[in-house]
């Protein structure tokens, strides 16, 4: 049985990590995974897992460690924010990550009805169509200005949520701006004046998806918001602001992190050439190759915990309470897991075992799609354009954030 110590004592060694730095954290990660895998961060005021089993371990106790927290703001909304998300009816809750049974068990019966292999086969060739017309347009328009994120990241998946969901094409940089607005409230670092635009922009968001639900029940469509509906409808237990808090988080997680995904797999593509070859050659290593962008640059690096009780991560006393991040770009690299865990292999048998779609009862329900998404992009680019290659100057930064790893731009050439 292992010893435990008390709590928050670690001093002010931080080892390097600075929690909203996420360009190139890894040299931190390695030392806390060494020398403090479970470290008090008082700059945050939460405890800091960085190991692979650890970190599985607490997403698989979801009684002890729960999620509830996970979509609550980083830094607390201030008083005039909080106001203009009142006077604006804001009622929106997660869709399913930050909920726990038997709530959560019970939303998620019914949206795994609706949310079935046989909607993404039927997108599939959508995908396809949309990720080919957004490279054709990419190659009109020339290398010297291509970058993968605008040119094709940024709508390929938002088009396919549109279609999915049953929202007009025209409204994509309106959705987008709201998602922006969502994951900048809720997980960057912001000041009480900037936290205000993002708050407006929050309740429109909110009042779209509440809009959408009853718009379904008045014209009914072949989307999943009807799905929905017609689950309700005929006996399956979910309400309406149920199904609206569900779409709220699927309108941002369903191409946001979709985004990312695609422009990270690029640009790992580009900064691993023999596995771009690779690919060329032998186009069945691409879910592979997905798999393994998912372990070394996922969309998202960390997320969040709260314990409800009394318990222990590796030793170490986690009071009820404490608030947890759980550092997935640090586990998916633990040598404890993953042999050479910094060497970017498409082959890795056990690649699939990463942690950035979550574990346990919170597995991403949407993670098929995601991954559907990348191996097409990574067909159709290493088909039309095989001498694809990351600009010799591209800036390969990352925007500041607690959880989301997003790359400020791809600028490729060819």
Not at 250 to 260: C, K, Q, S
Request: proline content about 6%.
């Amino acid at each position: 049985m292992s010893t435990v110590v008390e709590s928050k004592t670690f001093g002010k060694d931080y080892h390097g990590f600075d929690p909203f730095k996420l360009t190139d954290p890894f040299d931190s990660y390695k030392a806390l995974r060494a020398e403090a895998p479970v470290m008090w961060d008082d700059r945050i005021d939460m405890f800091v897992v960085t190991r692979y089993e650890d970190v599985k371990a607490v997403f698989d106790d979801w009684e002890t460690f729960s999620s509830k927290d996970a979509q609550s703001p980083v830094r607390p909304l201030c008083a005039e924010a909080k106001q203009i998300m009142a006077d604006g009816g804001f009622t929106a809750y997660s869709g399913l990550s930050a909920r726990i049974p038997p709530e959560h068990t019970r939303i998620r019966a019914v949206a795994t009805k609706a949310f079935t292999p046989r909607r993404y086969k039927v997108l599939e060739p959508f995908i396809r169509e949309n990720a080919d017309n957004l490279i054709d347009a990419m190659i009109a328009k020339g290398a010297d200005s291509a970058d993968i994120l605008p040119d094709l990241a940024y709508d390929l998946p938002t088009l396919t949520i549109f279609a999915l969901i049953g929202v007009p094409n025209d409204m994509v940089d309106l959705v987008k701006d709201w998602a922006t607005s969502r994951a900048t409230l809720t997980w960057a670092d912001l000041s009480d004046e900037e936290q205000l635009p993002h708050a407006r922009n929050m309740v429109n968001y909110w009042n779209f998806c509440q809009k959408l639900v009853s718009d379904a029940k008045v014209t009914p469509g072949d989307n999943l918001v009807t799905d929905l509906v017609n689950l309700q409808l005929a006996g399956d237990e979910i309400s309406d602001h149920e199904i609206a808090s569900f779409l709220y988080s699927l309108l941002f997680a369903g191409h946001e992190t979709t985004t990312t995904l695609i422009s990270n797999a690029v640009q790992q593509m580009m900064l691993n050439q023999d596995a771009w070859a690779a690919i060329q050659a032998d186009p069945s290593k691409i879910p592979g190759a997905v798999d393994e962008v998912l372990r070394t640059a996922g969309s998202i690096f960390a997320w969040r915990r709260t314990a409800m009780k009394d318990g222990e991560i590796n030793g170490v006393a986690i009071p009820e309470g404490s608030k947890i991040l759980l550092v997935l770009g640090s586990a998916n690299r633990d040598p404890q897991m993953f042999e050479n865990p910094d060497k970017f292999d498409i082959e890795r048998e056990n690649a699939r075992n990463h942690l950035s779609f979550g574990f346990g009862i919170h597995y991403c329900i949407g993670n098929l799609l995601g991954k559907l998404q990348t191996r097409v992009a990574l067909e159709e680019l290493s088909k039309k354009i095989p001498a694809l290659q990351l600009k010799a100057d591209a800036p390969l930064t990352f925007g500041d954030n607690l959880s989301f790893r997003v790359p400020t731009s791809v600028p490729v050439t060819w």
